[in-house]
Structures are given as C-alpha cells and as structure tokens.
C-alpha cells in the first residue's frame, strides 16, 4: 500500500508540473520586475501551516504581531502541486505559499513565483548570511533567490550500541567513507529468521536519502542551467556501494518488506526492538526517539564523503511568494518575520515550555536553516541529558548542520528526485544496471527539464 501511494504521488506531482507547463508563458521573472514595500496593509492570504504544533504556532503569534494592520487568513493544507496548478490557472493565488525546496526552481523558470532578492534587501537581509549558504543554494535560480528557507534536516546515522556491541562492532567502523569495512561490519550484525531479515546491520534509507548518496561519491544531481546530470558516473559508484549494501542484507525486496514493517513511530520502534544497528535518519527522528531514552542505547556518526569528512545534504521546506499575489510586501514582511531570530527564539520558548510539561522528556534543539536561530536555541535550551549516547546523537546533528551540500536547484527538482528513487530501485532489485537505470533516469528527468524551460507542454 505504502509503495502504490508514494507512486501515486510522484505521478501526481510530475503530471501537475507538466500541466503548470503548459499553462505558463514560459518565461522567468527577473529581480527587477519585484517591486516590494515596507509597513504593508490590507490582507494577507497565506497557504501553509498544516497540523501546526508548538514551534509553528509560536512563529505565527509572533509574525502576527509584528503586521499589526494586516488581516491574516492562513490555509492551514497539505501544499498539492495539483491544487496549485488550479489556483494559478483560475488567477486565485495566495499572496505566500510554503512547499518543499525541490518545487521552487521548477515555478521560478515557469515565471509562476516572484525572485525576492528585493523583499530581502527592503529588509536589509542578506540571504547569504541569515540562512546556511547550501540552503540558500537549493532555492537559488538564474542569478535570484526565490524563495524565503524554514528548517533544514540534516542527516546522520544514528547507532544502536546494543546491536553494535553484541556484534563486536565499534562506532568507527560505520565509516561511509570506507565502505568495504562497512559492509563487513553489516555482516556482523545482520540476523535472519525464517530466511527474512530479522535484525538490520545497517539502514542505508537508499531511496528516501538517495541525494546524500550521491552526494558523498562526488557525484551530482544537477549541472550547469538546473540541467539534470543523473547519469553522472560517480553516481554509478553510489549505486555500486548501495548494492553491497544490500547485498549483505538479504536484497533490497526482502529488506525493504523488512523496514516497512518498522513501527518507526511507536513505543515498538526499531531501536527499542533492536531491530537495526544503524540507520540512516534526519535529525527531526531525534524527538520521536526521545522519549524512549531509558529503553535504548544510541549513538550517532556523521555521513562521510568518499574523501572521509564528515558533511550532510541540505534539504527542507520553504516559503514563496506567487507572479500575481495581490499582497507581495505583505507576503514578504511576514515570511521574513516567521524566519526571524525573534521568531525561532519564540518556539525554542514554546518548545522548552511544552517539554517541561513531560518528565524526562529531551531538547533536541530546532534546526532552522538560520545558523544565529540555531546557534541562539542550542545555547539556551539544549542542556545535557545525562545519557552520554544521545548527548553525542544531538550534538553530532549541530556538528554537521554547517558541512551541508546543496542538491542543486533546477526546474526538474521533483522530477530528478523521482527519477533517482526509480533508478536506485530498479538497480537494487536486479532489473537494470546502475548504468542503464541512471542513463533512463537521466532521459526522463532531461524531458521535464526541456518541458520546464522551453514552455512546451
């Protein structure tokens, strides 16, 4: 069931971006056709904000009060590419809409969103000094940023020592920089029962972090202009690594069918159940982990690059403003007041308060995108909490939170990450080679990209 909904997603996803093709003129908007006010009025229609918890309510308490004569109406939905396409073709936009980063070069060369380097610079806001610069990047297009970040997720690998130990297996031997005596060290762990899976050695998370991957064997998503570069060879050698990987588990059907059945975000976890030995995780998994604190033993290490330092892909939501909004100084003020210092520092305040109200529950931090947000919140709220293993796991997110690598921006975002999961896919069951997969994957990412840029639907 999981896998016929994620298909149907990304099916979605990719027929509504060509439909926005289709419908747009084609061309990009550049910084001089925005035009943007200080001390806005009038209303502010926003789309964004779904299931907001503590840490977003907070932010919108704040932002409110900083646009005391704006009347703000929030649509608190699920972002749809699908009722976003309808929106733009009716002319019924928001004035701010918040999506996934992937989506933003895609409406930018579509001229269907507004560069902001001048709702920045209205504020005096340098994008590349408030903001993580590979964060920056992955909203950056033809020269303009277009789009105002909010949180970044860093991954890592978070260890169970209790499987680890049991195995004779140490932290340093989960090196992704030495991937021969990972998979050695995966062999030591792995357990089957009933010729299925039984204990992971190691979740690589193949399709869900497929660019961090790519990313640590040099190799690159996306190349000059936002052109796709799936079939770069060093992705080939990514790909190669994940089939040993795999390999030693048992194959990707079996250990895929194995982690789906994972109760990720239950008191029966997979690291209560010792059910892994390391797996790949953005830090946001940290909270679901916390309140299990006395009933497993974790640890954490950086993901390496093939060079052996330690870094992380940069990836995480974002706040746009649409070509036709009818309010854009207003969208502005506000998304810049939500991703405030004052407005970060107003959730590490709810957080810590909500947190309170739970016995030994755990500050993991807030990982913003703003590296003074973070930095201001780690020094305020994240103290020690006396289990060595996850203040290492805590700390080994804030080490790398600056090492991140940016995917790329490019009008095929979506399309690319859907093409490498279906590649990576089809390698790891056996269907294509790594070469073949990518080589189809880079035909298929190439036609959204052509779509995108030449306005032909």
């Given at each position: 069931?999981?896998?016929?909904q994620a ?29 943007f ?37 929030i ?34 060369a ?18 590349k000094?408030?903001y ?6 992955n ?6 940023v ?31 920089s ?45 190349g000059s202009?936002?052109k796709?570069?799936l ?8 790909i ?20 789906d ?5 239950g008191?029966?976890?997979?690291y ?19 309140p ?34 009818k309010?854009?100084?207003a ?26 109200k739970?016995p ?7 990982f ?10 780690r020094e ?6 006396g ?7 805590i700390s ?16 095929a ?9 279906n ?7 056996g ?27």
């Amino acid at each position: 069931m999981k896998k016929r909904q994620a298909a149907l997603l990304a099916f979605t996803v990719t027929a509504s971006l060509v439909a926005l093709t289709a419908c747009s003129s084609g061309g990009t908007a550049s910084s001089k056709d925005a035009s943007f006010s200080k001390d806005p009025s009038g209303t502010l229609n926003a789309w964004g904000f779904d299931n907001a918890d503590d840490v977003g309510t907070s932010r919108l308490d704040y932002a409110k009060s900083q646009l005391k004569g704006v009347d703000i109406k929030i649509d608190q939905t699920t972002f749809d590419a699908q009722k976003f396409t309808t929106r733009v073709a009716s002319g019924n936009v928001p004035d701010v809409v918040q999506m996934d980063s992937n989506f933003v070069a895609t409406y930018a060369a579509q001229g269907l969103i507004m560069p902001l380097d001048k709702c920045y610079s209205t504020y005096d806001v340098d994008p590349k000094t408030n903001y993580y610069p590979a964060v920056i990047d992955n909203i950056s297009y033809k020269g303009d940023v277009w789009a105002v970040p909010q949180f970044y997720q860093p991954p890592a690998i978070i260890l169970n020592e209790r499987v680890m130990k049991a195995a004779g297996v140490t932290d340093a031997d989960m090196d992704t920089s030495k991937p021969d005596q990972m998979v050695e060290a995966i062999k030591k762990m792995y357990k089957t029962s009933g010729g299925n899976p039984s204990v992971l050695g190691f979740d690589p998370a193949a399709t869900g972090q497929a660019p961090l991957w790519m990313l640590a064997f040099g190799g690159k998503l996306v190349g000059s202009g936002g052109k796709p570069t799936l079939d770069d060879s060093a992705n080939v050698k990514a790909i190669q690594v994940l089939q040993k990987i795999v390999d030693a588990q048992g194959g990707w059907a079996k250990m895929k069918s194995f982690t789906d059945a994972f109760d990720s975000f239950g008191d029966d976890n997979q690291y209560v159940k010792d059910q892994v030995g390391a797996q790949v995780n953005a830090q946001w998994y940290v909270n679901v982990l916390s309140p299990y604190i006395d009933k497993i033993d974790i640890s954490a290490v950086p993901f390496r690059d093939s060079a052996g330092q330690p870094f992380t892909a940069a990836s995480g939501t974002a706040f746009v403003i649409p070509a036709n909004a009818k309010n854009p100084s207003a969208a502005c003020d506000w998304m810049l007041n939500l991703t405030s210092e004052k407005a970060w520092l107003a959730a590490g305040a709810a957080r810590a308060k909500t947190l309170q109200k739970t016995p030994g529950a755990v500050n993991t931090g807030l990982f913003t995108g703003s590296p003074a947000a973070d930095k201001a919140i780690r020094e305020k709220y994240v103290k020690s909490t006396g289990n060595t293993g996850f203040d290492t796991t805590i700390s080994t997110y804030y080490d790398i939170v600056g090492q991140g690598k940016s995917v790329g921006a490019s009008p095929a975002g979506q399309q690319i990450q859907t093409e490498l999961q279906n590649a990576i896919t089809s390698s790891l069951l056996g269907d294509k080679t790594p070469q073949k997969a990518l080589s189809d994957a880079q035909s298929a990412a190439m036609q959204a990209y052509d779509k995108a840029t030449q306005g032909k639907g």
